[in-house]
């Protein structure tokens, strides 16, 4: 049952432990001051903070379409259903995306009081202007085919296709493990074990560029999967990233070291996370002031909340 609650519980999860080093003003508004903004009876600052929270840009927005009807074809393919077209998923991909310019520039009213069911597009709300950068439509144009098709044509798929031989686990669900009364929040986008090989897969598919933080993310993944299904050795794991942009893949061989290194990766982060509390048993944040926000200019470009720290300049 939902609990409306003064502050929000204290979690972990990776895009966390970014935000705030990257931005702790931005880490302030994101899981503190935008807490209960959705409720009709929020104070101001709060409904402004939760949404602002919720825009996305063209980017993001291209790569959450993406994961979600990569989901559903998944999903259709183990029950048994007609895959749909190469064709069929860019149109399909194309109208989401037209939809989410078609209500950041004119919806935008009904955004501001849903924001959680609307789009709202960085590139539209702070340029004030209802047309998006030629290059980057450009751009996410000619990711939306090449996506598509690395994707019909990747590993995964083709071990999705493959299903007599593979057993397949729940995805894209929110998924926790608690380290020391923490959750830990962790979003697998394909699990599945490879019957024949007796091995387990973790697969993340990414719609951008490789990150030096992709090893940690998996390595994350795989410590929970091996806590949840007991698994003993490392070897017994596969961890893949899927790059749709330029159709690889890249597989990894844990170690030890892997897992510690991520351990001792949420241990340092959460110490300094609790150093920004006033009352840590209620997860109550120091004021806004003990936030120092981002120095660098091409940072708050692209931030969300421009509007609050900036005000006097929009």
Known sequence: MFEVRDYPELSWSLSRHKTMLTCLRKYAYDYYTSHNGWLKNADSLAKQAYRLKKITNLEMHFGSIVHDLIYQIIQQVLNNQEIPSEETIVDEIRHHLNRGFTEST??????????????MLHEIYYSQTNTLPKGKIEKITNRLH?????????????????????????????????????KIFIVMDLVYKDLLNNKWVIVDWKTGKSSDEDRNQLALYALYLQQKHNIESLDDIIIRNEYLLDATHVEYKLTEYDLINVQR??????????????????????????????????????????????????
């Open 265 to 314: 990766l949420y241990s340092i982060s959460m110490e300094q996370m609790q150093s920004y509390l006033e009352d840590s048993n209620k997860n109550a944040p120091k004021p806004i002031e003990y936030f120092p926000m981002q120095e660098d200019p091409r940072v708050c470009a692209r931030c969300n909340y421009q509007e609050l720290c900036f005000p006097s300049t929009l």
């Open 146 to 182: 090449t996506t598509v098709k690395n994707f019909f044509a990747s590993q995964s798929f083709a071990d999705v296709l493959n299903k007599r031989d593979m057993q397949f686990m729940e995805s894209e669900k929110f998924r926790f493990m608690k380290v020391d009364g923490v």
């Open 106 to 119: 004119k919806k935008e009213h009904l955004w501001q009081h849903r924001p959680k069911h609307y789009t």
